[in-house]
C-alpha cells in the first residue's frame, strides 16, 4: 500500500532532527512511504520518498513568500499534495489556482497527490458521488498523466475522528476508478485502530495520513496492521 505522511504545519527543527532519526529505525513492513514535511525541513530526509504539501501557482520569478514546485523539486521532493482541503478552509484557495499548482507541479517532475472531498453538507444530501465527480473533471478532464494519486479526503472525516462506512468509501472509489485508472488513496481520521476495518475497503491503494503521521509509535502500529 501507499502511505502518505502529511505533517502539515508541525515540528520545531529539534523535533524534525528526532523525528529523521527516529525514521531511520521505521519498519515500513515493505509500504511504499512518502513523508511530507514542512517544505524547509526537507533537506534534513536522506534517502527516502518525500513529498511537499503545497507548490506555488507560479514558476520561479517575482512572487514573494512562494516556494516554487522546481525549488521543491530541487531540494528533493518527489510528489506534492495538491488541493488539500486545508488550502481552501484557511488560506481560501479556489479551484482554479489549485489547478495551476497541479500544472506547476506536474511541470517540475513531482506526482501530484490530488484531494478531493465532499463537505458534511454535500454527504447528508447524497451528493457525494457528483461532488467528487465535478472536482475531478474540473482538474483531470482532457489530461492524462503519466502518474497521479488522487486522495479521497471527506472534508468532514479530516482530524475529527467522523470517518464515513467502508461502504461509501468503496463508492466513490468505484465511480473513481471507472473513470480514471489512477491509484486511489484514502484520508481522514485514519488512526492505528480503525485501519483494521479501513484496510478491508475494496480497491484501495493506500492512505493520507495527517495526525498520525506525527506520532512514529502509533504510526508503526498501523503498518504492522496493514
Ligand atoms: P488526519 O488528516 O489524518 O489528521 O485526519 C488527514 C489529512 O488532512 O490529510
Redesign the pocket.
Known amino acids: 500500500m501507499i502511505l502518505a505522511l502529511?505533517h502539515k504545519s508541525h515540528f520545531t527543527k529539534e523535533e524534525i532532527l528526532k523525528y529523521v532519526e527516529d525514521y531511520k529505525k521505521f519498519d515500513s513492513k515493505g509500504h511504499t512511504m512518502i513523508v511530507c514535511p514542512s517544505s524547509c525541513y526537507l533537506p534534513y530526509f536522506e534517502d527516502i520518498v518525500l513529498g511537499c504539501q503545497d507548490v506555488s501557482s507560479y514558476p520561479f520569478g517575482s512572487y514573494t513568500g512562494s516556494v516554487s514546485a522546481e525549488a521543491m523539486y530541487s531540494l528533493g521532493a518527489r510528489f506534492s499534495i495538491i488541493h488539500?482541503s486545508?488550502r481552501e478552509k484557511c488560506f481560501k484557495e479556489s479551484l482554479s489556482e489549485s489547478k495551476k499548482k497541479l500544472e506547476q507541479a506536474i511541470k517540475a517532475g513531482l506526482i501530484p497527490i490530488l484531494c478531493v472531498g465532499d463537505t458534511k453538507e454535500e454527504h447528508d444530501q447524497g451528493k457525494t458521488l457528483e461532488s467528487i465527480k465535478e472536482q475531478l473533471s474540473f482538474f483531470l478532464e482532457g489530461q492524462s498523466y503519466d502518474s497521479l494519486l488522487i486522495a479521497y479526503?471527506p472534508i468532514y472525516?479530516?482530524?475529527t475522528g467522523d470517518v464515513p462506512e467502508n461502504k461509501e468509501i468503496e463508492k466513490v472509489l468505484s465511480m473513481i476508478k471507472e473513470h480514471y485508472s489512477y491509484p486511489v488513496l484514502y484520508?481522514?481520521?485514519?488512526n492505528e485502530e480503525n485501519v483494521l476495518l479501513l484496510k478491508q475497503i475494496k480497491g484501495l491503494d493506500g492512505f493520507?495520513?495527517?495526525?498520525?503521521s506525527l506520532d512514529l509509535k502509533a504510526l508503526q502500529t498501523l503498518c504492522d496492521r496493514l
Open positions: 502529511n488539500h486545508e479526503e472525516a479530516i482530524g484520508g481522514g481520521s485514519v493520507l495520513l495527517g495526525g498520525i
